[in-house]
């Protein structure tokens, strides 16, 4: 019969059971966890319309850590899941508008985008969901448009 020595079987079993440890922490940690935020924005009152409120934006934005710092800034991925209102009865309609930074592989540009537009009326309300990655300094507001597609009057969003 073979006798076992203890202690090596110890060390051993105790090496293994700290690699396999570590190795599922390697796997089950992610790199950089998400910051989900609520947001709102409520345009301003316009009474020459008898508006108490012209647009609102409201949603969620979630983000992440996207890469390596590049040019001196950590670059974002994330999304949105957003709505936007038109509340006032008049020539006018609402946009939520984004304003941020780019990465385009060499620099960081100034970018805008409006990826929610109301043209229909007044207490329409547009939805939308949408991802984003390279990115930085996200801006949200709530604006109103004319018929032209000008912005206006346009509120920051309250993150909270």
């Given at each position: 019969m073979k006798s076992i020595d203890f202690g090596n079987f110890a060390k051993r079993a105790?090496?293994?059971?700290?690699?396999?440890?570590?190795?599922?922490?390697?796997?089950?940690?992610?790199?950089?966890?998400?910051?989900?935020?609520?947001?709102?924005?409520?345009?301003?009152?316009?009474?020459?319309?008898?508006?108490?409120?012209?647009?609102?934006?409201?949603?969620?934005?979630?983000?992440?850590?996207?890469?390596?710092?590049?040019?001196?800034?950590?670059?974002?991925?994330?999304?949105?899941?957003?709505?936007?209102?038109?509340?006032?009865?008049?020539?006018?309609?609402a946009v939520l508008h984004l304003t941020y930074f780019k990465w385009t592989g060499t620099k960081w540009v100034p970018a805008t985008a409006d990826p929610i537009k109301v043209t229909t009326g007044a207490h329409h309300t547009e939805t939308r969901s949408w991802t984003f990655k390279d990115v930085r300094d996200v801006k949200v507001s709530t604006c109103m448009i004319d018929s032209a597609g000008a912005l206006s009057s346009c509120t920051p969003a309250t993150f909270y």
């Amino acid at each position: 019969m073979k006798s076992i020595d203890f202690g090596n079987f110890a060390k051993r079993a105790a090496l293994v059971a700290c690699a396999s440890a570590t190795a599922a922490m390697a796997f089950a940690v992610p790199a950089s966890a998400a910051t989900t935020l609520h947001f709102y924005a409520n345009g301003p009152a316009d009474w020459s319309r008898n508006c108490d409120m012209t647009t609102k934006a409201s949603g969620t934005y979630t983000y992440y850590e996207h890469g390596p710092v590049v040019d001196g800034h950590q670059p974002y991925a994330g999304g949105f899941d957003a709505s936007e209102s038109d509340l006032c009865g008049d020539s006018h309609g609402a946009v939520l508008h984004l304003t941020y930074f780019k990465w385009t592989g060499t620099k960081w540009v100034p970018a805008t985008a409006d990826p929610i537009k109301v043209t229909t009326g007044a207490h329409h309300t547009e939805t939308r969901s949408w991802t984003f990655k390279d990115v930085r300094d996200v801006k949200v507001s709530t604006c109103m448009i004319d018929s032209a597609g000008a912005l206006s009057s346009c509120t920051p969003a309250t993150f909270y």
